[in-house]
């Protein structure tokens, strides 16, 4: 697979403007996608805690740098590898000439609002950035976007669908799941729930209201056990 560089816009004047600062972009999701962002988010933060060197933010914009305004998107998700997370968010926004890469993958959660930008305009101004995966998730199954759910991997520039199946055996049997490269984790549309599956642990990765429970719970089996021991 050949990932292609991605380039700057181009130079229609013959004069570009200095470099400025990114300022906070235009953002007004609805209270249903907000809360499958932030799930995501918050849940794929917890899985690479412990990788240096890894960037996951919904706040921003993506460009190639600042100093043409054309294609810069705003991004539900991203995630990207071996950068520097901090430098990012000071700056704002992931300024793919400053950061010298595109993000590894951006998610975009369907709305009333933006859901046909997401799988036409977003989905070929992602590939022009060089974004190595961009996925794709209705919780209406369809209704805002195309499809419930669908990702693209960048091949020789040019995005070309992931395979998605509704068959595989385990966990994952029925729910609409594909595999992201990008994360080594699969994708799986769960009656209108967006969940991660790693296969390396055989086990869907917890969100954060399952995290919380299963913290409350070891909390309480603590207090029982020093209860236990104080008898």
């Not at 697979?1 to 990114?22: F, H, N, Q, R, S």
């Not at 240096?52 to 995630?79: K, N």
Request: with cysteine; net charge negative.
């Amino acid at each position: 697979m050949t990932i292609a560089k991605p380039v700057a816009p181009p130079d229609v004047t013959g004069k570009l403007d200095p470099p400025v600062e990114l300022p906070d972009p235009p953002r007004a999701p609805d209270m249903q996608q907000y809360a499958h962002i932030a799930n995501a988010a918050s849940t794929l933060m917890a899985h690479f805690a412990s990788r240096p060197g890894t960037l996951i933010s919904g706040e921003g914009f993506l460009c190639y740098d600042t100093r043409s305004h054309d294609g810069w998107l705003v991004p539900d998700c991203v995630v990207a590898f071996d950068v520097d997370p901090d430098a990012i968010t000071q700056r704002n926004g992931y300024v793919i000439d400053e950061v010298g890469k595109p993000p590894d993958f951006v998610l975009e959660v369907a709305s009333r609002r933006t859901g046909q930008a997401d799988y036409t305009r977003k989905r070929f101004g992602y590939a022009h950035y060089g974004v190595a995966e961009y996925w794709r998730f209705d919780h209406t199954g369809g209704q805002y976007h195309d499809v419930p759910m669908a990702g693209d991997r960048l091949v020789d520039g040019q995005y070309e669908a992931i395979p998605l199946a509704e068959d595989r055996p385990g966990p994952m049997s029925g729910m609409l799941s594909g595999f992201s490269e990008a994360l080594g984790l699969y994708l799986c549309w769960d009656a209108g729930n967006l969940r991660f599956y790693d296969p390396g642990a055989d086990a869907f990765l917890m969100n954060p209201s399952e995290l919380e429970a299963a913290l409350s719970e070891a909390q309480e089996r603590i207090r029982q056990l020093e209860a236990d021991l104080g008898r």
